[in-house]
Every structure is written in structure tokens, then in C-alpha cells.
């Protein structure tokens, strides 16, 4: 959030009865929100939970209550986190779609799908488990324009329902919720500045990156994840793909004229690979990126000298690897999902071969 943004939410808390202040200033009514799917979350202002639920191809914003608890105190570790889940939820089957830490308080929340239905539930910094009740919550909600249709596309090994690729990862900044995924526009690869508290919203901007394992450009891919960071003063992106370019888009370019932008590709981090969850952090003075992936482990990525990076223009074949340093980080093996607990700690769901999926507390690379 910015210090103008913060000013105004202070002054306006101060005129605000405690009970109502996310209600009052973020435009939430009580009711009981109706979710096909719960996909993604982001962390937003006050307690608020934003959740992606890319079947309806919407956005919720949903008041958790959850303010209480020490980030620096919380210390999470539960072994076979659905078996878990499901005692709490009654549930046989509990899929784990993702998971986010509230920074205020230090509790995790996660999406997941339950007995085939969307459920949310609360972790807290001790380790506790308990549902998030959506009836009669104060909440609000905006559905994507130009989302893709819900319907199986292609055929064969290609067949596909693109509406499930409307959201692939969420988060706030700058008093925007921004949002990658698919849209229906003729370039599908999307990222959506939706204003908070919520209007109408626009059909985003379509984004084309030049992919270097593929060796040229293109814009029909969903960025899987992405983090937003200042980057020498500039609000940006920084966005994964499968197979797996790394890419930076300057925040203001989702607002220029035109329907498309052309995204700076930083790093080629190798094909057969699709990024999973990525997460930004601060250690011994300097920024990182730690990505976690599908088949080549979790990457804690070098900020340095992300701005002067003009992007790569050659292929990158074989499965090679260029731009922005790394290092792999083997302590990370098994990783599907992840996010910063505290500024010494991150929580990661891992899930070893033939294993169960364990949440641990673990320390930042």
C-alpha cells in the first residue's frame, strides 16, 4: 500500500466504528458469498482475503475477523495437511489449491476444494486449524470481463477449458488487485488492475513475451505467478511462464494506451518446467526471489541488476538457462506452494514422491 493510500485508510479508521472498518472503507456487505472454485489468494488491506475463483471467473474480497497473532511468533508444521484438513471440514477428499500468509497476524489461509465443493480455512500462528465460515460475512466481488468461456476447447492431448486459466494468481499492490491469467481478447496472456474497493472491471491488458526456450514471441500463455516489487523505484511485476521465462513489466504500462504490452523477458530458467509459486523477500540487506517448480526445484533468483536487464532476444535451446542468476536450493525439494511467514521464515508445502503434503516453517534461504 503507498503512504498516500496508508494515510487515508488511518484517517479514515479513526471515523470508523472498529466493527465496520472493513465494511465501511472497502465497500464490503454482509451476505454469504457463492463460490464456484477457490483458486488463488492474495492478502489485502485489513483483514481482507482476496480470492481468485477462476471457475466463476471472479474476484472475491472477504473479511477473515482474523487480527490477532504475531508474525515473528507463528511457527506452523502439520504433517499431511488434506488428512488434516478434512477431520476439521468433514471432508474425505481435500485437493490444496493454495495457501496465504495474513503479514499482520501471521495466520495461513488456504484454498482448497473439499468433497468436490470451494472451502477456505484459517491456520493459525500456533498450528490450529478452522473453517472459514462464509455465511453471513461482509464481502464483496467483481467478475472478470472478457473471461474466456466456460467450455472444453481442442481436442485430444490440447482440449482444454480455458476458463479455468481466468485466474491464475492474484495479488494487491498499490491499492490495485492485480490479476494474470486468460482472457477471450485475441491476446489471451492478460493481466487485469482492478481498483479496490471494487467497480467495474476493464479487460486488462494483453501481455507478449519473448519466449527464449521457444525462441520467439508470444502471447497466448497465462503468466502462472507473479510478484509485485519496486524495482529502483519503479512499481513492477515480475511474472513466470511454463517452461520457464522469467519476465518484468513495469506497473505503468497495464495503464497505457493500446490493448497489448511487450514484457521484458529476464531470465530463461529452463524448459519441460512450469513455475508453481514465487515469493519476494529481503536478507542481509538485498532482495530475492525464491521460485518454486514443477520439475526443477525451488530457485532463490539474484534482484541485482534487474533494471538495467534489457532482455533476452536469442534462443535459449536445449534446456539452457540465461539471464538473471540463481541458485537451486536443495533444502526446498518437494515444493508446490509457498509464502513468506515472517521476515526470517517462509511456509512450504511440500510433498515428496509417494509422500504426503506437510506444511513446515522453515527458514528464508
Same mark, same amino acid.
Given at each position: 500500500?503507498?503512504?498516500?493510500?496508508?494515510?487515508?485508510?488511518?484517517?479514515?479508521?479513526?471515523?470508523?466504528?472498529?466493527?465496520?472498518?472493513?465494511?465501511?472503507?472497502?465497500?464490503?456487505?454482509?451476505?454469504?458469498?457463492?463460490?464456484? $472454485?477457490? *483458486?488463488?489468494? #492474495? &492478502?489485502?488491506?485489513?483483514?481482507? !482475503?482476496?480470492? /481468485?475463483?477462476?471457475? +466463476?471467473?471472479?474476484?472475491?474480497?472477504?473479511?477473515?475477523?482474523?487480527?490477532?497473532?504475531?508474525?515473528?511468533?507463528?511457527?506452523?508444521?502439520?504433517?499431511?495437511?488434506?488428512?488434516?484438513?478434512?477431520?476439521?471440514?468433514?471432508?474425505?477428499?481435500?485437493?490444496?489449491?493454495?495457501?496465504?500468509?495474513?503479514?499482520?497476524?501471521?495466520?495461513?489461509?488456504?484454498?482448497?476444494?473439499?468433497?468436490?465443493?470451494?472451502?477456505?480455512?484459517?491456520?493459525?500462528?500456533?498450528?490450529?486449524?478452522?473453517?472459514?465460515?462464509?455465511?453471513?460475512?461482509?464481502?464483496?466481488?467483481?467478475?472478470?470481463?472478457?473471461?474466456?468461456?466456460?467450455?472444453?476447447?481442442?481436442?485430444?492431448?490440447?482440449?482444454?477449458?480455458?476458463?479455468?486459466? $481466468?485466474? *491464475?494468481?492474484? #495479488? &494487491?499492490?498499490?491499492?490495485?488487485? !492485480?490479476?494474470? /491469467?486468460?482472457?477471450? +481478447?485475441?491476446?489471451?496472456?492478460?493481466?487485469?488492475?482492478?481498483?479496490?474497493?471494487?467497480?467495474?472491471?476493464?479487460?486488462?491488458?494483453?501481455?507478449?513475451?519473448?519466449?527464449?526456450?521457444?525462441?520467439?514471441?508470444?502471447?497466448?500463455?497465462?503468466?502462472?505467478?507473479?510478484?509485485?516489487?519496486?524495482?529502483?523505484?519503479?512499481?513492477?511485476?515480475?511474472?513466470?511462464?511454463?517452461?520457464?521465462?522469467?519476465?518484468?513489466?513495469?506497473?505503468?504500462?497495464?495503464?497505457?494506451?493500446?490493448?497489448?504490452?511487450?514484457?521484458?523477458?529476464?531470465?530463461?530458467?529452463?524448459?519441460?518446467?512450469?513455475?508453481?509459486?514465487?515469493?519476494?523477500?529481503?536478507?542481509?540487506?538485498?532482495?530475492?526471489?525464491?521460485?518454486?517448480?514443477?520439475?526443477?526445484?525451488?530457485?532463490?533468483?539474484?534482484?541485482?541488476?534487474?533494471?538495467?536487464?534489457?532482455?533476452?532476444?536469442?534462443?535459449?535451446?536445449?534446456?539452457?538457462?540465461?539471464?538473471?542468476?540463481?541458485?537451486?536450493?536443495?533444502?526446498?525439494?518437494?515444493?508446490?506452494?509457498?509464502?513468506?511467514?515472517?521476515?526470517?521464515?517462509?511456509?512450504?508445502?511440500?510433498?515428496?514422491?509417494?509422500?504426503?503434503?506437510?506444511?513446515?516453517?522453515?527458514?528464508?534461504?
Amino acid at each position: 500500500m503507498s503512504l498516500k493510500t496508508l494515510s487515508l485508510a488511518c484517517i479514515l479508521l479513526l471515523a470508523t466504528p472498529p466493527g465496520s472498518q472493513a465494511a465501511d472503507i472497502w465497500g464490503l456487505k454482509k451476505g454469504t458469498p457463492e463460490m464456484k $472454485s477457490a *483458486t488463488t489468494l #492474495a &492478502f489485502g488491506p485489513e483483514d481482507i !482475503l482476496f480470492v /481468485g475463483d477462476a471457475q +466463476a471467473a471472479t474476484v472475491f474480497a472477504i473479511s477473515t475477523g482474523d487480527s490477532e497473532g504475531d508474525p515473528a511468533q507463528a511457527s506452523i508444521n502439520i504433517k499431511d495437511l488434506p488428512s488434516s484438513i478434512g477431520s476439521v471440514l468433514h471432508a474425505t477428499s481435500v485437493v490444496i489449491n493454495d495457501l496465504a500468509v495474513n503479514p499482520r497476524t501471521g495466520s495461513a489461509f488456504v484454498a482448497c476444494t473439499a468433497d468436490g465443493k470451494a472451502a477456505l480455512v484459517k491456520i493459525d500462528g500456533a498450528g490450529r486449524i478452522s473453517s472459514l465460515s462464509l455465511a453471513d460475512v461482509s464481502y464483496s466481488k467483481v467478475m472478470l470481463a472478457d473471461a474466456p468461456e466456460d467450455k472444453v476447447v481442442g481436442e485430444g492431448r490440447r482440449a482444454m477449458n480455458r476458463r479455468l486459466e $481466468s485466474i *491464475t494468481d492474484i #495479488a &494487491f499492490f498499490e491499492n490495485k488487485v !492485480l490479476v494474470s /491469467g486468460l482472457s477471450n +481478447a485475441q491476446s489471451p496472456s492478460t493481466v487485469r488492475e482492478l481498483n479496490f474497493p471494487f467497480t467495474e472491471s476493464d479487460k486488462g491488458i494483453g501481455i507478449e513475451i519473448y519466449h527464449a526456450a521457444h525462441g520467439k514471441s508470444e502471447d497466448y500463455a497465462a503468466m502462472r505467478t507473479f510478484v509485485p516489487m519496486m524495482i529502483d523505484g519503479e512499481p513492477s511485476l515480475l511474472g513466470a511462464y511454463v517452461c520457464t521465462p522469467l519476465v518484468r513489466i513495469p506497473v505503468k504500462d497495464l495503464t497505457a494506451a493500446g490493448e497489448k504490452v511487450k514484457a521484458t523477458t529476464v531470465a530463461e530458467l529452463g524448459n519441460r518446467n512450469r513455475p508453481l509459486d514465487l515469493v519476494v523477500y529481503e536478507k542481509d540487506g538485498a532482495s530475492h526471489l525464491l521460485l518454486s517448480n514443477s520439475a526443477r526445484g525451488v530457485m532463490k533468483i539474484s534482484t541485482a541488476g534487474l533494471k538495467e536487464n534489457s532482455g533476452l532476444t536469442e534462443p535459449v535451446k536445449d534446456g539452457g538457462k540465461a539471464g538473471q542468476m540463481y541458485e537451486d536450493v536443495a533444502s526446498m525439494a518437494g515444493v508446490v506452494q509457498m509464502d513468506k511467514l515472517n521476515d526470517h521464515a517462509a511456509l512450504i508445502l511440500i510433498q515428496p514422491e509417494n509422500g504426503t503434503q506437510d506444511l513446515k516453517t522453515v527458514p528464508l534461504p
